[in-house]
């Protein structure tokens, strides 16, 4: 697998049994023992997931999780719990944590808990590229053929998008056609798929 598991807890035995776990089902682990060392890392964003304590001095893994959401929303985080801490990690899970384990955890339910992570992790990365590359091929459109977009997008039918832009019916066959190469859409159905992930909204009215 050889993705790598960002594990936050100021407990050195657990950090090393979780390590052991993880680096035996082949991620790369790297440990921290606070929560400000791991918000000062840069390579955090390139994490496959975060596992972190709930309750750890200075910064906790709800203030941790919460910081995540604010600078990296994608980046599921599992929050482990000790006794009595399963409100914070409700809290945790309302605020955006992907699962949360009480200790001493079951090996086979957090190698599950990550493997869902790293799934979660791997969809929404996927998300940011398709969305960086459909605004890269809509920034290639002239400001009318971005008009144009809109209204198909929004189901307009030719003649119509031809009366709203004070056009020619087949002036807007060209326009459709210089939209569909440029963003390289087999169908119309490929053409909203990409509007959607670059966060173009269909025409209004």
């Known amino acids: 697998m050889h993705e790598t598991v960002f594990i936050v807890d100021d407990d050195a035995d657990v950090r090393d049994s979780l390590k052991a ?19 000062a890392e840069p390579t955090l964003k390139d994490a496959a997931c975060v596992i972190a304590d709930v309750r750890m001095p200075d910064m906790d893994g709800l203030s941790l999780q919460e910081e995540i959401v604010k600078r990296q929303a994608d980046l599921p985080v599992i ?16 605020a955006g944590a992907l699962d949360f384990l009480e200790k ?18 791997s969809q929404s990365r996927n998300r940011t590229d398709q969305a960086q590359a459909a605004q890269l091929r809509i920034a290639k459109l002239t400001p009318r053929e971005r008009e144009v977009l809109e ?36 169908s119309l159905s490929d053409l909203v798929r990409m509007a959607i992930a670059a966060g173009i909204a269909p025409a209004n009215g």
């Open 79 to 94: 929050i482990v719990t000790g006794h009595g801490d399963v409100p914070l990690a409700v809290r945790a899970m309302k």
């Open 151 to 186: 209204r198909l997008i929004a189901g307009r039918p030719n003649k119509i998008i031809a009366y709203e832009l004070d056009i020619s019916p087949r002036t807007v066959e060209i326009h459709r056609a210089h939209v569909m190469e440029k963003m390289e859409a087999r």
């Open 21 to 39: 776990l993880l680096e035996a089902a082949e991620y790369r682990v790297r440990d921290f023992d606070s929560a400000r060392k791991v918000l």
């Open 104 to 121: 001493p955890f079951d090996d086979e339910l957090l190698l599950s808990s990550v493997g869902r992570a790293v799934e979660v992790r």
